[in-house]
């Protein structure tokens, strides 16, 4: 009795010393025989500050897979809600969770047969469609979800041979694309865990093709499931006779896979290359007879748990991305019988759910901490862009930051996949704040990119914003027409048609008839330089300009000369309060340097500037003809002697 109660004591001291724990929580109510899926299989996901469990309960006449959910972060929950109807023989369920849309599925018999089955919420869990049967597969499923698309790891059982497969569906359920087989090889290919982020798609399962020596093999896809690459075996790297047990936390660039290495260890590999490469392996919870780990990663900070029958429900993390960890604790006594635990985050808390015996059978029990980390989420960023587009970005911030850390913005491709990202905008800032960013004129449209902030000081990822954004292309903006002209001659000029509107001015002339078509009359005025601008404007509302001189002549139709030898650079660009004009000349000359707005309007300028051959810098305040600073938008920079003129575009961020 002394033993134990000295035991006791050190386990409670630990807990409270290492963690800040909110007191366990019973989720199951009317309970008789709780239990969730093997680690293979998530059953608890979140989105937000949304948390999402099943579960599986024994009531009745036989078992059924139950949901039930907290919107506010795990401080209330709804009652427990059936998903199945009671049935002889219903197990093993798994839940994944994409924005409002909740899948779940677990294993069920059909006329004496297991079969693989799929039901799915798309309004976060307040009304469930109907069942549909996957497959006929002896072995229990898992499933992920990453954008409209699910993907469910399926495990068939033959006589001496099981095997993994994979089904997807990129409309959130509704139809499911034919069966991939994963693994090929003979004996035994199980608990297949499964994850998916980006474009990319993780399988990891066991298998014996080895000598009849239990491994990990694991086959990534890079294309959303289409296609798969080679089987290769994630556990060779140690002489463990006996590993077992994978799980799969996928977040960003970023895969983490954990297994049990015979009955008392827990082993842990990274990759941050969508699983192209991995880490070493880490060896964790040495000693504790620790079973069925699960794992996740909220940018730098990864979280694992696992349940044994000697230490009980342990927690461990690691604030570096996993490059060290901290000393595992002890959160439930094994004297309660811990089963299997699931871990899963949102932005303020880590939360866990696992079975225990207190209660006499058993239960479902949660507990939340607050996170000893950082966050950084976006909270406003509009869901529509013209490419080449200002905006702000509004963001929040747990957790501490360096004086000199900056918070930079980053742009996704086309396809939501941050492997190569574009640099969108910058904050030095300790705390929340906005950014400022432009979209590169160079960057595609699509109908799919996403935005994050990482920070400088320390490195830290944050999430993306968390739903598809719009890239809209600009008008391709063209004038054909004459560059040539006598005085007072007419002349008509032409844009592209699009699908969008016009907008025509004119310099030293008169349009004749309406200025909002594609097709514009003309009629030039006195010898010397006229220019004729167009403004087009898409569906979407993407604006640009183009302006195009025209040479009047007195007597003869003169081509404007070509000038070479002369260069204008603006840096930087964008910009925010100065900027440089570096202007490169060959020749001696004397120039004009002219502000234009995206309206065409000069808002300020720059006279009687005297060019020696060489190079020359002259530095611009971003204010206009009364002294105010300019606001953010796009300029035109004109260099000109009256004889030719030079253009380059400059972006103001405010």
């Not at 790891?153 to 499911?176: A, F, Q």
């Not at 798609?201 to 959303?224: C, F, G, K, P």
């Not at 004889?643 to 972006?651: G, Y």
Request: hydrophobic residues 35%; contains cysteine; charged residues 15%.
């Amino acid at each position: 009795m002394k033993i134990f109660i000295i035991w006791f004591l050190c386990f409670f001291l630990t807990l409270n010393l290492t963690a800040e724990w909110k007191p366990v929580r019973k989720l199951s109510s009317n309970d008789i025989s709780v239990s969730l899926n093997e680690n293979m299989g998530q059953c608890i996901g979140t989105s937000g500050d949304s948390i999402h469990v099943v579960f599986r309960d024994v009531k009745g006449n036989g078992s059924a897979v139950y949901y039930k959910h907290s919107f506010d972060g795990g401080n209330s929950w709804s009652s427990d809600t059936c998903l199945t109807g009671n049935a002889s023989k219903i197990d093993f369920p798994s839940i994944a969770v994409s924005g409002q849309h909740i899948h779940i599925d677990y294993r069920d018999t059909l006329a004496g047969q297991n079969v693989s089955c799929y039901i799915n919420s798309s309004d976060a869990g307040i009304t469930w469609g109907q069942k549909k049967i996957i497959g006929y597969y002896y072995w229990w499923p898992s499933i992920a979800a990453f954008g409209n698309n699910v993907y469910m790891s399926l495990n068939s059982n033959e006589t001496g041979n099981s095997e993994v497969w994979c089904r997807r569906s990129t409309n959130n359920g509704t139809d499911w694309d034919s069966v991939v087989r994963i693994s090929n090889a003979l004996k035994r290919s199980e608990d297949p865990a499964i994850a998916a982020s980006d474009g990319y798609v993780y399988l990891a399962w066991n298998d014996t093709r080895n000598n009849d020596t239990m491994q990990i093999y694991y086959r990534r896809s890079t294309d959303n499931g289409i296609t798969w690459g080679t089987e290769t075996n994630l556990s060779n790297t140690h002489k463990w006779k006996n590993v077992y047990a994978p799980m799969l936390s996928a977040r960003g660039s970023h895969v983490d896979a954990v297994w049990m290495m015979g009955l008392n260890n827990i082993q842990h590999k990274h990759s941050s290359d969508y699983g192209a490469t991995w880490t070493e392996d880490d060896t964790l919870m040495i000693g504790r007879s620790s079973l069925y780990p699960s794992i996740i990663r909220d940018g730098n900070n990864v979280h694992l748990i696992s349940s044994g029958s000697v230490s009980g429900l342990l927690y461990q993390n690691s604030f570096d991305g996993g490059a060290t960890w901290q000393k595992d604790t002890g959160l439930v006594s094994p004297a309660n019988k811990p089963g299997s635990a699931f871990v899963a985050v949102t932005r303020s808390a880590v939360h866990l759910i696992w079975t225990d015996q207190r209660s006499g059978h058993n239960a479902l029990y949660y507990m939340r901490s607050k996170q000893n980390n950082k966050s950084i989420d976006i909270i406003a960023v509009p869901n529509q862009f013209c490419i080449g587009t200002a905006f702000s970005i509004s963001f929040v911030t747990t957790g501490n930051f360096s004086s000199d850390n900056m918070f930079t913005a980053q742009l996704s491709d086309e396809k939501g996949n941050f492997s190569n990202p574009v640099s969108i905008g910058i904050l030095k800032s300790q705390n929340s704040g906005i950014i400022n960013a432009v979209l590169p004129e160079n960057v595609a449209a699509g109908t799919a990119y996403r935005i994050r902030i990482i920070s400088s000081n320390p490195i830290f990822t944050g999430s993306d914003n968390g739903a598809n954004l719009i890239l809209n292309p600009l008008p391709i903006v063209s004038i054909t027409g004459q560059k040539t002209a006598k005085e007072n001659e007419k002349c008509s000029y032409q844009a592209n048609i699009t699908d969008g509107t016009y907008l025509w001015s004119i310099t030293n002339g008169t349009i004749e008839g309406t200025v909002s078509n594609e097709t514009v009359n003309v009629t030039w005025g006195k010898s010397g330089k006229g220019v004729l601008k167009l403004i087009e404007s898409t569906k979407y509302g993407c604006i640009d300009s183009l302006i195009s001189d025209v040479n009047i002549a007195m007597n003869q139709i003169d081509e404007l000369p070509k000038r070479t030898g002369i260069e204008l650079i603006i840096k930087p660009n964008p910009l925010n309060e100065n900027a440089i004009f570096e202007i490169t000349s060959n020749n001696d000359i004397f120039v004009c340097i002219q502000i234009v707005n995206s309206f065409g309007i000069t808002v300020n300028s720059i006279n009687n500037i005297l060019i020696k051959a060489g190079r020359k810098m002259i530095e611009w305040n971003g204010i206009d003809f009364g002294g105010n600073l300019l606001p953010t938008g796009i300029y035109f920079i004109e260099l000109s002697d009256g004889n030719f003129k030079i253009a380059e575009k400059a972006v103001i961020i405010r």
